[in-house]
């Protein structure tokens, strides 16, 4: 592949890019990580994603694909020599598409909500949302190894990268994950042995850094 022929517009800590990241290494495509400054967006940021100016932005011979799950959906169908994502029955692939955006649409918010929040209540009603949004993603996967059933899948790809984040919650929101969620700590256990997730996120220190940075930049102690 020539160089400079996919180019991902990157932030090391982002579950958004680190999706990214492991659906490139799953498929074996080598790419060009470029770290976004988001206070300083740079001018190729804007001119690849000029609607919501955010990262992740796949530039794949010069062309951008934006937000992280169409991304993946894009490489799965470009790279579509090794490591299918996506089920081919059209069924399984709503399925999983539909469990994908409930993670975009409950998790990262009630996450989100618990990083940001100072306030006792609102932190205690984040937390709780979230351990039971997490719970019913437990559910969701029963005693499959994976989302994907005995493989690694598309489902996997877009939540393994929130488990650098449990340690944030777990400190943010005083609980355990493993005494809450235990199967879903071992899912993520189970994923973190491939090297296309574990080489592809980041630190849970890292990422705890980077949230009380964040908590510090909003002025919440
Ligand atoms: C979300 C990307 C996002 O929030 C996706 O790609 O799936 N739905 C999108 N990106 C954040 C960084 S990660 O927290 C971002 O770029 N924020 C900068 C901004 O909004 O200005």
Redesign the pocket.
Known sequence: MAAGEVVLLD?FF????TRVRIALAEKEVEFESREED?SNKSSLLLKMNPV?????VLIHKGKPI????IIVEYIDEVWNHKSPLLPSDPYHRAHDRFWADYI?KKIYPAGRKLGTSSDHEVKEAAKKELIENFKLLEGELGDKPYYGGNKFGFVDVALIPFYTFFYSFEKLGNFSFEAECPKLVSWAKRCMQKDSVSKSLCDQHKVYEAVLEMRKKLGVE
Do not use: G
């Not at 919501?52 to 992740?56: A, E, L, S």
């Not at 934006?66 to 799950?69: A, F, V």
């Open positions: 932030l982002s579950p958004f890019a988001l919501n100016k955010q990262i992740p934006c937000e992280s799950l975009d």
